[in-house]
């Protein structure tokens, strides 16, 4: 069974950036699309950007663009999500979400696999 751990997530100033990971182990997931979704508190879980399982394609929430960078490498079993320029609105519990059906999608119910969650937090 695939498991999902987050990591790099904390405190940043308005501006500043960090770069979170997800960790797969139990087997590949090469072969699945995965996502970041974030929640704030009192806010239901949102869709941030998906990668398709070859990585060659990427997708974003609208507000993240040109500031969030998803990755990946297989062969480290691992995804990244570099965000730069982050704002207190970006503040979040973000998980690492995969789909082992391959299919880029931005709602919660499609995805079959989750990480814990790293939490982010940007001061104004």
């Known amino acids: 069974q695939v498991q999902l751990v987050e990591s790099g997530g904390g405190l940043v100033q308005a501006g500043g950036s960090l770069r979170l990971s997800c960790a797969a182990s139990?087997?590949?997931?090469?072969?699945?699309?995965m996502a970041w979704f974030r929640q704030a508190p009192g806010k239901e879980r949102e869709f941030v950007a998906a990668?398709?399982?070859?990585?060659?394609?990427?997708y974003y929430k609208d507000s993240v663009k040109g500031r969030f960078t998803f990755s990946r490498d297989n062969a480290k079993n691992t995804v990244y999500l570099q965000m730069n320029n982050l704002k207190p609105e970006d503040t979040a519990v973000y998980y690492c979400?995969?789909?082992?059906?391959?299919?880029?999608?931005?709602?919660?119910?499609?995805?079959?696999?989750w990480g814990q969650g790293t939490q982010v937090t940007v001061s104004s």
């Open positions: 979400a995969a789909d082992i059906h391959g299919i880029i999608d931005e709602r919660v119910s499609e995805y079959d696999i």
């Open positions: 139990g087997r590949t997931v090469g072969t699945y699309v």
């Open positions: 990668i398709s399982p070859s990585g060659t394609n990427t």
